[in-house]
């Protein structure tokens, strides 16, 4: 399974704020209510930014009854604060979602989302990116569940 699909690409995110750039991702993600991804990241970013520097951001939470991980990416050519560790504006945004059951995939799934995202050359392919289906395409398959 793929980790990311089309339909959950923001190719040109004009999110003036954090919250309303996770809102508009919440909004991509059709088979979820966005009050309640809105609800359970923001919680998470109240206990401190998932800005992880280089501008980027992965901001992430549980949600019951998910069967299988989300990701959801928007791209923000200007830049949004989004309070991350180096202070500078956040241009990708990938969220991650995970079923509440399942902690160590989450953290697996984190982990290797924020070592593609270290890597400058991933980073500038995001950014070169023409349309959803190309950035998506970015994104290696889904770590199996073992």
């Known amino acids: 399974m793929a980790l990311l699909t089309p339909d959950h690409v923001i190719v040109d995110s004009h999110a003036p704020t954090k ?5 508009e991702l919440a909004q991509s993600i059709r088979s979820i209510d966005p009050d309640q991804v809105l609800e359970v990241v ?7 930014s998932t800005g992880i520097g280089h501008g980027v951001a992965i901001p992430h ?23 991350a560790i180096d202070g ?4 990708i945004v990938v969220l991650l979602l ?6 160590r ?16 050359s991933f980073r500038e392919q995001i950014m070169r ?6 950035l998506a395409a970015l994104f290696p398959e889904m770590i199996p569940a073992s």
């Open 19 to 23: 919250k309303a750039m996770i809102a």
């Open 129 to 134: 990116a023409t349309d959803a289906e190309s």
């Open 98 to 103: 995970v079923p509440d059951d399942d902690n």
């Open 61 to 83: 939470g549980r949600i019951h009854d998910l069967l299988h991980p989300i990701v959801a990416v928007a791209r923000h050519r200007k830049g949004v604060d989004f309070e």
């Open 105 to 120: 995939q989450h953290l697996e799934l984190l982990a290797h989302l924020a070592r593609l995202l270290q890597q400058p």
């Open 88 to 91: 500078e504006p956040v241009h």
């Open 42 to 48: 923001m919680a998470r970013e109240r206990l401190g």
